[in-house]
């Protein structure tokens, strides 16, 4: 018990979820066509944030409704999600460390193609 709240005091003090939002923003802008971006998270708290990054990403930006835009000028996702990887019941076995582990990523599309 006592581990997690230490846990929580460093996180807190080192700023550390609001620098992973920060680090994703700037490599997903640094991405070139087709570039990938695999984060590995080993908190819950990491995980919700890498994965509501890359899920806005994924999808296209939302415009009001009741705006006349036609379904050829929408705007189009400017990524692809990856399937998430979780570790095997081996590695987990072979390294107990893994357990928490949780692999997210993502491919950058280029302007104009669909996912």
């Known amino acids: 018990p006592a581990t997690r709240t230490f846990q929580a005091v460093r996180i807190f003090i080192n700023q550390e979820l609001e ?6 923003k700037q490599a997903f802008d640094l991405l070139a066509p087709f570039g990938r971006l695999v984060v590995i998270s080993f908190h819950s708290l990491e995980d919700r944030i890498v ?11 939302q415009l009001d409704r009741r705006l006349p835009i036609r379904a050829v000028d929408l705007p189009l996702p400017s990524a692809k999600l990856l399937p998430r990887v979780m570790p095997s019941d081996a590695e987990v076995a072979f390294n107990s460390r893994a357990r928490s ?8 599309l280029p302007q104009g193609a669909t996912a």
């Open 19 to 24: 620098d992973l939002e920060t680090g994703l």
């Open 51 to 61: 994965k509501r990054f890359l899920a806005a990403q994924a999808s296209a930006p």
């Open 101 to 108: 582990a949780v692999m997210r990523g993502l491919i950058r």
